[in-house]
């Protein structure tokens, strides 16, 4: 049973590389992903206030993953700000293990925009690869998680374990994205739920609401670079 699906998500894989970034289907589900994404923002905004740094936080953290999705260059200025942002806010929160993200996701976009500009398409956008090490992967989020929840319960955090894997996985995927590999999705997937919950009992809804719209954002991105290819590597 457990190969046949396997069988199946590899031939469904085959077929995603076998549609081009222009056909029709792939445009219509780009555009309803995004229009859903903005439509929760907004509602988000609407119910939790549009004056305040958490509003500011989802609306730069939207338009960046929806750049990412797209392979789009100009997703660094939006991502950047909203770390600058998600430093504060999370900050407040005491939530120093996202705190401390916040200034890692910044430095490591130094380098991604290096990376990133460096291997493009004849579109100029962004080529992909999906070259993964996934006992690698694994071994590196129990050690990273162990680490942060260290730092974390001296520091005097909340939700101290939740907190350490949700950023553990956010280091990882973070990592495989600045690097160019689809399956940064996957791990910013587990990332993004593990944020809701916990956001949500902190009573910052409308961050949990971001990360609730990022998890759309993660399938529809996974699909992209998918169609994308592993263009430039074997």
């Known amino acids: 049973m457990e190969h046949g699906r396997l069988n199946a998500l590899y ?3 085959n077929k995603l590389h076998q549609v081009s970034d222009d056909s029709k289907g792939l445009k219509l ?9 903005v439509v929760v923002t907004v509602w988000g905004s609407f119910n939790n206030g549009w004056l305040n740094l958490a509003n500011l936080m989802s609306w730069l953290g939207l338009i960046g993953v929806i750049g990412i999705a797209y392979r789009w260059k100009g997703n660094f200025l939006f991502n950047m700000s909203q770390n ?12 120093f293990g996202d705190a ?9 976009q130094v380098w991604g925009i290096k990376d990133w500009f460096g291997h493009q398409d004849n579109e100029g956008k962004v080529t992909t690869h999906s070259k ?55 791990i910013w ?3 993004n739920i593990i944020s809701i919950y916990m956001f949500t009992s902190l009573g ?26 592993e263009q430039e590597e074997v």
């Open 11 to 13: 031939l469904a894989e």
């Open 29 to 37: 589900f780009n555009y309803f992903v995004t229009f859903a994404m």
């Open 84 to 95: 600058v942002v998600g430093f504060i806010v999370n900050t407040r929160a005491k939530l």
């Open 100 to 108: 401390a993200m916040s200034l890692f996701f910044f430095g490591s």
């Open 132 to 186: 993964t090490n996934w006992k690698q992967v694994s071994i590196m989020i129990l050690f990273l998680s162990v680490g942060i929840a260290i730092v974390s319960y001296f520091l005097g955090g909340n939700y101290i374990i939740l907190d350490a894997v949700t950023n553990a996985t956010a280091i990882i995927a973070q990592t495989m994205h600045m690097n160019r590999n689809k399956n940064g999705w996957i």
């Open 189 to 191: 997937t587990l990332t």
């Open 204 to 229: 910052v809804t409308q961050v949990a609401v971001m990360y609730t719209v990022f998890c759309f954002n993660n399938v529809r991105g996974w699909i992209n670079w998918t169609v994308a290819g």
